[in-house]
């Protein structure tokens, strides 16, 4: 496993009409698959969907990044990261 990935993981897909699983193969957020940590933690807190950067480090954990804790541990990442959240949630919303 590549560290800062997301992990492969197998989903099942909705169920058929004629009631029948289908298995197909995924990422954990696709979208994601090909980007750091540091990188997918700033896309994080510039989004709005994390308003700490303990709600950010756990969301990256569930979707599968590794080393989470020593990529956001030192205090410039966490004080950009602070900054970020805080321009998200600003009526512009970081614009």
């Known amino acids: 496993m590549r560290w ?12 058929r009409e004629d009631g029948a699983r289908a298995r197909e193969t995924c ?17 994080l807190a510039r989004g709005g969907q994390c308003h700490t950067v303990d709600e950010i480090r756990r969301s990256l954990m569930r979707e ?22 805080l321009a998200a949630r600003s009526p512009q919303g970081g614009q």
Request: glycine residues 6%.
């Open 4 to 15: 800062g990935r997301a992990p492969h993981v197998r989903v099942l897909a909705p169920a």
């Open 27 to 43: 990422y954990a957020d696709a979208m994601h698959q090909n980007k750091s940590t540091i990188e997918r933690a700033f896309e």
């Open 64 to 85: 599968g990044y590794e080393s989470v804790q020593s990529h956001l541990s030192g205090p410039s990442v966490t004080r950009q990261m602070k900054e970020a959240i």
